[in-house]
C-alpha cells in the first residue's frame, strides 16, 4: 500500500470529480476541495466521498460539518446536492456511515462518541446546518496538525508531536522507548505494547495548543503589552 500525499490526494479527487460532479456545480465543488486543501480529514472524507458516490448518481459535497470529535476521530457530515451523509473520519482514512434519514446504526461508533441510541441521535441529524462547519485541521489551532486530536487530548500513537514524558524529546524519536524496556534496536509488537503500557503508566504529555502552536499576534493586536484587568 502507498502513502499518498496530500496533494496526491487532491489531484485524485480532482480525478474522481470530473465524473461525479454535473457541470453547473463544478465551480463550487472545486471551491470546496481548494477550501480544505491542507486537511487531511476532509481530503479524506472527499475522496471516499467521490470514489463511491452513495447513491451512485452524480452529486457534489456543498458542505461538510462537524457532527462530533474525539481522541483524533470526527464524526463529519457531508451536506450533498442531493442528501446528507454521514462519516467516520481520520487522518488516516475515512469511513462512510450512511445516510443522515437512517442515523447510525454502528453501536460502537454512537458509544465511542456519547450520542446515545440510534433513534435518540437520528433526531439531531434532521437539520445538520445547526453543527459547525467543519475547520481545517491546520486552519484549527486547537487541532494537533499531525494526528488531529483536541486540545488537552492525548495524542494518537506514533503521532511526531508528541512529547516524550521522560525525556521532554520528540516521542517517536528518542532513545527512551529502548531504554525502558532494555533493548538496544528494533522493538517488536509484544515490545511495543510494553511501552505503550509503561508510557500510560507515566502519564502521556496530551495536545497542547499553547506550547505546540506559538500564536502570532496579528498586525492590528500587536500594540504592546497585553494589559491584565
Ligand atoms: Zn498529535
Ligand atoms: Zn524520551
Not at 20 to 37: G, I, Y
Not at 58 to 84: E, K
Not at 118 to 141: I, N, S, V
Request: net charge negative; with cysteine.
Amino acid at each position: 500500500m502507498t502513502t499518498q500525499t496530500l496533494s496526491e490526494k487532491k489531484e485524485a479527487i480532482q480525478l474522481l470529480m470530473k465524473y461525479a460532479v454535473p457541470a453547473d456545480q463544478m465551480p463550487e465543488a472545486l471551491k470546496l476541495l481548494d477550501h480544505f486543501q491542507d486537511d487531511p480529514i476532509a481530503a479524506n472524507l472527499l475522496h471516499a466521498f467521490y470514489s463511491y458516490l452513495p447513491e451512485g448518481l452524480d452529486d457534489n459535497v456543498r458542505s461538510i460539518r462537524t457532527l462530533a470529535r474525539r481522541q483524533g476521530s470526527f464524526l463529519l457530515g457531508a451536506i450533498t446536492t442531493r442528501a446528507a451523509y454521514l462519516y467516520l473520519v481520520t487522518v488516516d482514512k475515512a469511513e462512510f456511515l450512511g445516510n443522515t434519514s437512517t442515523g447510525i446504526w454502528e453501536k460502537e461508533v454512537l458509544n465511542f462518541f456519547e450520542l446515545g441510541d440510534r433513534e435518540t441521535h437520528l433526531k439531531q441529524l434532521e437539520d445538520l446546518t445547526k453543527f459547525p462547519e467543519h475547520r481545517p485541521a491546520l486552519q484549527d489551532e486547537k487541532t494537533c496538525p499531525a494526528c488531529a486530536v483536541g486540545d488537552g487530548e492525548k495524542h494518537v500513537l506514533g503521532c511526531p508531536v508528541e512529547v516524550c514524558p521522560w525525556c521532554g524529546g520528540q516521542l517517536t524519536s528518542c532513545h527512551c522507548r529502548f531504554e525502558k524496556l532494555d533493548r538496544d534496536h528494533i522493538l517488536g509488537e509484544r515490545e511495543l505494547k510494553a511501552f505503550e503500557e509503561k508510557l500510560a503508566a507515566k502519564g502521556r504529555i496530551p495536545y497542547d495548543s499553547a506550547q505546540h502552536r506559538p500564536a502570532y499576534p496579528s498586525a492590528g493586536e500587536a500594540t504592546g503589552p497585553a494589559s491584565t484587568n
